[in-house]
């Protein structure tokens, strides 16, 4: 427990988790995430996404064949981002399960605070495909797996004060996820306070100490 899945070992050893440098979107996805952001999944055509890039709407289809297209491949770019970012924050907290924790929460927040409307994407799912659903589950499972095996491991240790792990986990991913729904970049918090304040509520709440 506590060590990466595979293929995220790699991805931990390179992913810097605490710098989110500019994400590199194709003008496709860009003009996609301002559309979506703007106007709503549902509020959306593909004939606005086509005007906002320049492109006519057969064009776009050749790069992604519908609007669910569209959100997927965002979605899918999000949460693998947060993935490699949280495996990263939990390697680097060695064997210690209060620390993995706290770095593994900052990581998670310093993304839904620095790249909150891709995070905010994530109240679309509800227009998904069941397939495409299920694809979006799988690979934000690891989100929650990586973070129910860090609480199961200080449970076990007595590092945490923990009844029931997979409902704390369920309840300390929650309270990340809302974050995009109040936090705005001209607040009065920066993304490190948020991540800070988190990390610390987290802690908290499976009865460790900061470490």
């Not at 947060?82 to 209060?98: C, K, M, N, S």
């Given at each position: 427990?506590?060590?990466p899945?595979?293929?995220?070992?790699?991805?931990?050893?390179?992913?810097?988790?605490?710098?989110?440098?500019?994400?590199?979107?194709?003008?496709?996805?860009?003009?996609?995430?301002?559309?979506?952001?703007?106007?709503?999944?549902?509020?959306?055509?593909?004939?606005?996404?086509?005007r906002?890039?320049?492109?006519t709407?057969?064009?776009?289809?050749?790069?992604?064949?519908?609007?669910?297209?569209?959100l997927?491949?965002?979605?899918?770019?999000?949460?693998?981002?947060?993935?490699?970012?949280?495996?990263?924050?939990?390697?680097?907290g060695?064997?210690?399960?209060?620390?993995?924790?706290?770095?593994?929460?900052?990581?998670?927040?310093?993304?839904?605070?620095?790249?909150?409307?891709?995070?905010?994407?994530?109240g679309?799912?509800?227009?998904?495909?069941?397939?495409?659903?299920?694809?979006?589950?799988?690979?934000?499972?690891?989100?929650?797996?990586?973070?129910?095996?860090?609480?199961?491991?200080?449970?076990?240790?007595?590092?945490?004060?923990?009844?029931?792990?997979?409902?704390?986990?369920?309840?300390?991913?929650?309270?990340?996820?809302?974050?995009?729904?109040?936090?705005?970049?001209e607040?009065?918090?920066?993304?490190e306070e948020?991540?800070?304040?988190?990390?610390?509520?987290a802690?908290k709440?499976?009865?460790?100490t900061?470490?």
């Amino acid at each position: 427990m506590g060590q990466p899945a595979d293929g995220a070992a790699d991805d931990a050893e390179r992913v810097d988790w605490r710098r989110l440098e500019h994400l590199e979107l194709s003008p496709i996805l860009s003009a996609s995430l301002d559309a979506f952001h703007e106007l709503g999944f549902h509020g959306t055509t593909v004939r606005e996404v086509a005007r906002r890039v320049g492109v006519t709407v057969p064009a776009l289809y050749y790069h992604h064949d519908s609007k669910e297209g569209l959100l997927i491949a965002l979605l899918e770019l999000s949460t693998s981002d947060v993935l490699a970012r949280a495996h990263a924050a939990d390697a680097d907290g060695g064997d210690d399960p209060a620390q993995r924790l706290s770095n593994v929460v900052e990581a998670i927040v310093l993304r839904m605070t620095e790249r909150a409307r891709l995070a905010a994407l994530e109240g679309e799912v509800r227009y998904l495909s069941p397939e495409n659903r299920q694809r979006y589950r799988t690979v934000r499972k690891g989100v929650e797996d990586l973070v129910l095996g860090i609480v199961e491991d200080g449970t076990a240790t007595g590092a945490f004060d923990v009844d029931d792990p997979a409902e704390t986990t369920r309840a300390l991913l929650g309270m990340c996820q809302s974050i995009p729904r109040w936090y705005h970049a001209e607040g009065t918090l920066s993304p490190e306070e948020v991540a800070g304040k988190y990390a610390a509520i987290a802690l908290k709440t499976v009865g460790a100490t900061r470490p």
